[in-house]
């Protein structure tokens, strides 16, 4: 290695790694019992998940009015809740498509539980509108299908419609997308296994042999599925931000929701990202796999969504007052100012003014304020939901409706149950499938330590000997 | 493939470049490789084993062009013709409306039949026993197999010289 060393690029695999040790790194948080935090947080995880069975039967059995819903407040927790799932549920295919069309390899030590946890956010957001239809057990009317009433069609130029398809689609796709990904690393799993465990994993592993004719037909699809994810989760929160913005209520109807509702979902998946790789690195001891350069990439992503964000949010009042319609111009002061002004400044901060610390590369690089960060952005894109909401429906159009919401214990426990719906899903995840792809991490181990030789360097070298030059360097 | 149990050969390296190498001294040589089994994709191999670009991707687009049109005539008979409902005093035929369902159709289709197909020809799927030559080619070997069914003893000698030259760290025999 006399060449000269041009660090580029951060090393993405830290530590002096062999293909087995990966293997054996990677493997090992699925074979081994589990540890004490683990069953802790499962089981706080479970009672959570009880709490939300607990609430969604009330709401069934009772009906909508337990919750606190009015003729004036008509979406209240129950659709802030479901945009701030659908938002969060965008990280992963962002990561695993976006980033994979754009060369970013540092997406390979997270796209594995960020995809994850798009397919369970995507759950936890579908819990609401399907709830919230009050006679749950009509749901399926939602679909177009040959019907005996009729037969009578849903309105294809609804955008809740329109959402019905987009999160569906997106649900399904993203599903496909993590699954055949999982598949080749579900087979490492099973080569290692024996018994019962092994019986299961031959299933979940439909047979993969690693064959060459297979790896290339499985880069073909993953790269395609990663071209049409990519519109994909674009047009999903654009769909989302159609509820409102095809609305004719002020505060709603506006044009810049869709750039403004997906730049949020990315910023709020990002965050949620970051809670959830910060706990998951440490407890599996994969630090080496989800390295501080990972860690400081996304908040890079976070600090540029939220000024995005930003941006937004100063565009839209400067646009309502610009207007000269006062409606319009009401509906943005009441909003700053009115009655849930202090969800209104919670937004502020905790989008606007805290990611800005990340800035600081200190701060990007460290694990406790990236932690805090993160917790603070996913509060604040929820109170961006609910400001939207319910600041706009609590004053319309016509005084003498106005009226004020706050949620009843039902729906606080709803929400506090999808989060224990949530981490019970990713914790079992955790369990059962490598949470990093182990494949994809073989790839690049050669490539991602290569980044520190100079452009000569085009004859590949042997991995061992290279890589402690790498962790000199480091 | 075949139902009957065929006679294979084959060696471990421990190196995709190992590996490459011998497949490159294979083609030199005329030998017939059965198959090739790595951990992960390794780059540069397909030109090498000759295997041809995959045309997953030309069918994606032939059934994302299904879903485009199956979900746009879907909804223009709907509102036209089968039960047609004035919404807003808008036509029947509201074309812009129906953009975001075709798309979403599009992708629906595309994700899922490629999914299919990609399953379908590799003869994956769940409880499939997976041909698995050796535990250890999901983990970190990197193999070359020969079908030797019924080959004569000679080609079987110099199929093994041919790994132990091409430096493969383990040469087996097993039956499947």
């Known amino acids: 290695m006399s060449q000269a060393v041009a660090p580029v690029r951060h090393v993405l695999i830290e530590g002096n790694k062999s293909y087995h040790n990966i293997t054996e790194d990677l493997c090992?948080?699925?074979?081994?019992?589990?540890?004490?935090?683990?069953?802790?947080?499962?089981?706080?995880?479970?009672?959570?998940?009880?709490?939300?069975?607990?609430?969604?039967?009330?709401?069934?059995?009772?009906g909508i009015?337990?919750?606190?819903?009015?003729?004036?407040?008509?979406?209240?927790?129950?659709?802030t809740n479901f945009v701030w799932w659908i938002g969060i549920g965008h990280?992963?295919?962002?990561?695993?498509?976006?980033?994979?069309?754009?060369?970013?390899?540092?997406?390979?030590?997270?796209?594995?539980?960020?995809?994850?946890?798009?397919?369970?956010?995507?759950?936890?957001?579908?819990?609401?509108?399907?709830?919230?239809?009050?006679?749950?057990?009509?749901?399926?009317?939602?679909?177009?299908?040959?019907?005996?009433?009729?037969?009578?069609?849903?309105?294809?130029?609804?955008?809740l419609l329109w959402d019905v398809f987009a999160i569906?689609?997106?649900?399904?796709?993203?599903?496909?997308?993590?699954?055949?990904?999982?598949?080749?690393?579900?087979?490492?799993?099973?080569?290692?296994?024996?018994?019962?465990?092994?019986?299961?994993?031959?299933?979940?592993?439909?047979g993969w042999t690693g064959s060459a004719k297979h790896w290339q037909r499985h880069e073909a699809l993953s790269l395609v599925l990663a071209g049409i994810s990519t519109p994909l989760v674009l047009s999903v929160h654009t769909i989302v931000s159609f509820d409102f913005a095809t609305s004719v209520v002020p505060g709603w109807h506006t044009t810049i929701f869709p750039p403004y509702f997906v730049a949020g979902a990315i910023f709020s998946g990002f965050a949620m990202v970051q809670t959830l790789m910060v706990i998951t690195r440490k407890v599996l001891k994969l630090e080496e796999y989800i390295t501080l350069n990972h860690i400081e990439s996304m908040n890079k992503v976070i600090v540029l969504t939220g000024t995005i964000v930003g941006v937004a949010y100063l565009t839209e009042l400067f646009i309502s007052w610009y207007s000269g319609y006062i409606y319009e111009q009401f509906a943005f002061y009441n909003r700053v100012f009115?009655?849930?002004?202090?969800?209104?400044?919670?937004?502020?901060?905790?989008?606007?003014?805290?990611?800005?610390?990340f800035w600081s590369r200190k701060i990007r690089r460290s694990i406790w304020w990236t932690f805090f960060l993160s917790i603070v952005v996913n509060i604040g894109m929820w109170f961006e939901r609910f400001v939207i909401i319910a600041t706009t429906l609590a004053r319309d159009f016509l005084p003498s409706s106005w009226s004020y919401y706050s949620p009843s214990w039902v729906e606080i426990c709803i929400f506090a149950g999808t989060i224990g719906l949530f981490f019970v899903c990713y914790m079992i995840f955790t369990r059962v499938a490598p949470v990093v792809a182990i494949a994809e991490?073989?790839?690049?181990?050669?490539?991602a330590g290569d980044q520190y030789i100079g452009p000569n360097a085009t004859k590949q070298v042997h991995g061992h000997s290279h890589s402690e030059t790498v962790k000199k360097d480091h | 493939m075949a139902a009957e149990s065929k006679k294979v050969l084959y060696g471990l390296y421990n190196?995709?470049?190992?590996?490459?190498?011998?497949?490159?001294?294979?083609?030199?040589?005329?030998?017939?490789?059965?198959?090739?089994?790595?951990?992960?994709?390794?780059?540069?191999?397909?030109?090498?084993?000759?295997?041809?670009?995959?045309?997953?991707?030309?069918?994606?687009?032939?059934?994302?062009?299904?879903?485009?049109?199956?979900?746009?005539?879907?909804?223009?008979?709907?509102?036209?013709?089968?039960?047609?409902?004035?919404?807003?005093?808008?036509?029947?035929?509201?074309?812009?409306?129906?953009?975001?369902?075709?798309?979403?159709?599009?992708?629906?289709?595309?994700?899922?039949?490629?999914?299919?197909?990609?399953?379908?020809?590799?003869?994956?799927?769940?409880?499939?026993?997976?041909?698995?030559?050796?535990?250890?080619?999901?983990?970190?070997?990197?193999?070359?197999?020969?079908?030797?069914?019924?080959?004569?003893?000679?080609?079987?000698?110099?199929?093994?010289?041919?790994?132990?030259?091409?430096?493969?760290?383990?040469?087996?025999?097993k039956m499947m």
């Not at chain 1, 009015?70 to 659709?79: A, L, P, S």
């Not at chain 1, 695993?96 to 796209?111: D, E, K, Y």
């Open chain 1, 28 to 62: 090992t948080p699925t074979e081994k019992a589990p540890s004490r935090e683990w069953i802790i947080a499962f089981s706080i995880a479970s009672a959570f998940l009880g709490l939300y069975i607990f609430a969604i039967v009330w709401t069934v059995w009772k």
């Open chain 1, 65 to 79: 009015g337990s919750w606190n819903l009015n003729r004036t407040v008509n979406w209240g927790w129950d659709i």
């Open chain 1, 91 to 159: 990280a992963g295919t962002l990561i695993s498509a976006i980033l994979l069309l754009f060369r970013q390899r540092w997406r390979t030590g997270v796209n594995r539980a960020a995809e994850a946890m798009t397919i369970f956010a995507v759950i936890c957001a579908g819990q609401f509108p399907v709830f919230h239809m009050g006679r749950v057990w009509l749901a399926f009317f939602i679909f177009p299908f040959p019907n005996t009433r009729g037969p009578l069609w849903v309105n294809f130029n609804s955008p």
């Open chain 1, 168 to 206: 569906s689609t997106y649900f399904s796709v993203s599903l496909l997308f993590w699954y055949t990904g999982l598949v080749p690393d579900l087979a490492t799993v099973r080569d290692r296994a024996s018994g019962f465990r092994r019986k299961m994993y031959e299933i979940f592993s439909f």
């Open chain 1, 338 to 357: 009115g009655i849930y002004w202090w969800s209104y400044f919670g937004m502020m901060f905790c989008n606007v003014v805290s990611p800005q610390l």
């Open chain 1, 441 to 447: 991490i073989k790839a690049i181990l050669k490539v």
């Open chain 2, 15 to 173: 190196d995709e470049e190992d590996l490459k190498g011998a497949v490159k001294t294979a083609n030199a040589a005329h030998l017939n490789i059965m198959d090739v089994f790595t951990p992960f994709p390794v780059h540069g191999l397909d030109p090498i084993l000759g295997l041809k670009e995959s045309r997953l991707h030309i069918l994606g687009f032939i059934y994302g062009a299904c879903g485009a049109t199956f979900g746009f005539l879907a909804m223009t008979w709907i509102f036209t013709s089968d039960w047609p409902i004035v919404f807003g005093g808008k036509p029947f035929w509201s074309v812009p409306a129906f953009i975001p369902i075709t798309f979403e159709m599009t992708v629906l289709f595309a994700a899922w039949g490629m999914t299919i197909t990609f399953y379908t020809v590799c003869g994956m799927w769940p409880g499939v026993k997976a041909k698995t030559l050796d535990n250890r080619i999901t983990d970190d070997k990197f193999c070359i197999a020969f079908d030797v069914t019924g080959a004569p003893d000679s080609d079987v000698k110099n199929l093994q010289g041919f790994f132990t030259n091409t430096g493969a760290s383990e040469v087996n025999v």
